[in-house]
């Protein structure tokens, strides 16, 4: 056993996770797992930068892990960054707070080591289970970017896009500082174009259509989930490996789309953070299983930080 800690740092939220591995039996024990919005991505897509405010929220969330981490004992921690540092012209006031804060530099990786993480973590598991042929199409909806990972029992095509809920979201729904409520017609429009062209790019690399099984990964899609299943609060154990049919999928986001923020709010299972962006990340999700012709998603809170985990471990 090695016990780790890995942070996952994106564009809405940092996640922890502090596990036992075990590489002879293929099986992470979780410890502690957390995940807090703290929406480094504010503003990155219009001004190229990360918000003071926003750098000051993440260093937050890094000193209460550095405090978990060491609690625990962890003999080895990865910290990788994904899209919203990848962009911002001061990367490195970031940087210099998050080794300040947890010792370590954060890794700032490419979308395609991400798509690598993200697919070692989720279907890692997923190997003799019924009914889930390969190959598996992992799409992992994250704030600032998508990514599209095409394998069997190893990736065979990586594509990571610039479309995420919170880009898409301050893109298309944010009209004088505040997001439309609800969007106008021409707004969902706009913003289903820039996704479908996403899409487009994405399958220049990654044979989407190839794949049998599509697994669904991160906050929007897990959120989708729980709302699916009515669940009077977000419980991960349940929404893990859950499955949401296409129609579900397609009238949920119909509803989120034309929901105003109260109603939303109003969703127990939701979490606060994401009121405002899940309109964008289900219609995301709903894009692509309908370019991809899948009947359901499968839904997994297993993910990039299980593969920053395996890692090194």
Not at 64 to 78: D, F, M, S, W
Not at 253 to 264: G, I, K, N, Q
Request: net charge negative; aromatic share 4%; with cysteine.
């Amino acid at each position: 056993m090695t016990r780790v800690a890995a942070v996952d740092c994106g564009t809405n939220s940092i996640r922890l996770l502090v596990a036992d591995a075990d590489p002879e039996t293929g099986e992470l024990t979780d410890l502690d797992r957390r995940m807090t919005i703290v929406r480094l991505g504010q503003g990155v897509d219009r001004t190229g930068r990360l918000a003071p405010e926003a750098l000051e929220r993440t260093f937050a969330a890094c000193r209460e892990y550095a405090g978990i981490i060491k609690a625990h004992g962890a003999e080895r921690l990865r910290f990788v960054a994904t899209s919203a540092s990848r962009d911002a012209e001061n990367r490195d006031d970031f940087v210099r707070g998050v080794l300040d804060i947890l010792g370590v530099e954060p890794e700032v990786i490419s979308g395609d080591q991400e798509a690598e993480f993200s697919f070692t973590g989720a279907t890692r598991e997923l190997a003799g289970r019924d009914h889930l042929d390969k190959p598996y199409l992992v799409v992992d909806i994250g704030g600032g970017s998508t990514e599209f990972v095409v394998g069997d029992d190893h990736v065979r095509a990586a594509r990571s896009v610039d479309v995420g809920c919170v880009r898409m979201t301050e893109r298309h729904l944010v009209r004088d500082g505040a997001v439309t409520d609800p969007p106008t017609a021409e707004q969902v429009a706009a913003m289903r174009a820039d996704i479908e062209a996403a899409l487009d790019l994405a399958e220049r690399t990654v044979p989407l259509r190839e794949a049998r099984t599509l697994v669904g990964l991160a906050g929007s899609v897990t959120s989708v989930s729980a709302i699916a299943q009515e669940l009077p609060e977000y419980d991960s154990a349940v929404i893990h490996h859950s499955r949401v049919s296409l129609d579900r999928v397609r009238e949920i986001t119909d509803w989120l789309l034309a929901s105003t923020h109260a109603e939303r709010a109003a969703v127990p299972s939701l979490h606060p953070g994401r009121v405002d962006v899940i309109a964008a990340g289900a219609l995301t999700l709903l894009a692509i299983m309908e370019r991809t012709g899948a009947e359901e998603v499968v839904v997994s809170e297993h993910d990039i930080l299980d593969g920053i985990a395996w890692s090194i471990a």
